[in-house]
């Protein structure tokens, strides 16, 4: 049984490593399309995504801290903190998203400019979807195994394992985000 449990924190280890790397390249992205562009809202982007890739290492402190040996502070051992560290991560997530997202939302409001180089938002918004695919198709796949697709939101509510679904739902959400602002800038020009 403890072997099973180590061939799957090693697969989720994967998932979250595929996914700090997946961030990287994003904000990589999206720093390059800043610096072209001079957009301040793609420089939060890259920010995100930067933030993102600090909640990435944050889960792999969390495995890394779960697997440690039982000590005379705690008996039990320090298996559960991977909860508490997933936790922090959704925190993360949720305030650095809205924060950033509403300061975004103020600069623009009170000094609106025209979109520039719409091409580039394009590649990046693409390339980002490229790479937020690649990570979430690989998150499904770990955190799927054999079972079927309608099975999955009951796999979360009894899953044992945090990261991996963390990944996939954070990756869903990115994958949602992309496809809203794709779709208003067509529309916004054709």
């Given at each position: 049984?403890?072997?099973?449990?180590?061939v799957?924190?090693?697969?989720?280890?994967?998932?979250i490593?595929?996914a700090?790397v997946g961030?990287i390249?994003?904000?990589a992205?999206?720093?390059?399309?800043?610096?072209?562009?001079g957009?301040s809202a793609m420089?939060?982007e890259?920010?995100?995504?930067?933030?993102?890739?600090?909640?990435?290492?944050?889960l792999?402190?969390?495995?890394?801290?779960?697997?440690a040996?039982?000590?005379?502070?705690?008996p039990?051992?320090?298996?559960?903190?991977?909860?508490?560290?997933?936790?922090?991560?959704?925190?993360?997530?949720?305030?650095?998203?809205?924060?950033?997202?509403?300061?975004?939302?103020?600069?623009?409001?009170?000094?609106?400019e025209?979109?520039q180089?719409?091409a580039?938002n394009?590649?990046?918004?693409?390339?980002?979807a490229l790479?937020?695919?690649?990570?979430?198709?690989l998150?499904?796949?770990n955190?799927?195994?054999?079972?079927?697709?309608?099975?999955?939101m009951?796999?979360v509510?009894?899953?044992?394992?945090p990261?991996s679904?963390?990944?996939?739902?954070?990756?869903s959400?990115?994958?949602?985000?992309?496809?809203?602002?794709?779709?208003a800038?067509?529309f916004?020009?054709?």
């Amino acid at each position: 049984m403890a072997s099973a449990k180590m061939v799957f924190r090693i697969s989720s280890r994967r998932v979250i490593y595929a996914a700090i790397v997946g961030d990287i390249l994003i904000g990589a992205t999206k720093f390059v399309a800043a610096a072209w562009t001079g957009s301040s809202a793609m420089l939060s982007e890259g920010v995100h995504s930067i933030v993102d890739t600090g909640n990435g290492l944050l889960l792999l402190y969390g495995l890394q801290r779960a697997v440690a040996r039982p000590d005379r502070e705690h008996p039990l051992g320090y298996g559960r903190e991977i909860y508490f560290w997933s936790f922090v991560v959704a925190v993360l997530l949720f305030a650095f998203g809205a924060g950033i997202s509403l300061y975004q939302g103020i600069i623009h409001v009170l000094s609106p400019e025209p979109v520039q180089h719409v091409a580039v938002n394009y590649v990046v918004l693409g390339l980002s979807a490229l790479f937020d695919g690649t990570t979430w198709w690989l998150a499904l796949q770990n955190f799927k195994g054999k079972m079927r697709y309608v099975d999955l939101m009951e796999a979360v509510r009894n899953s044992k394992d945090p990261p991996s679904f963390m990944v996939l739902f954070e990756d869903s959400a990115a994958l949602v985000d992309f496809l809203l602002p794709s779709r208003a800038s067509i529309f916004r020009y054709v």
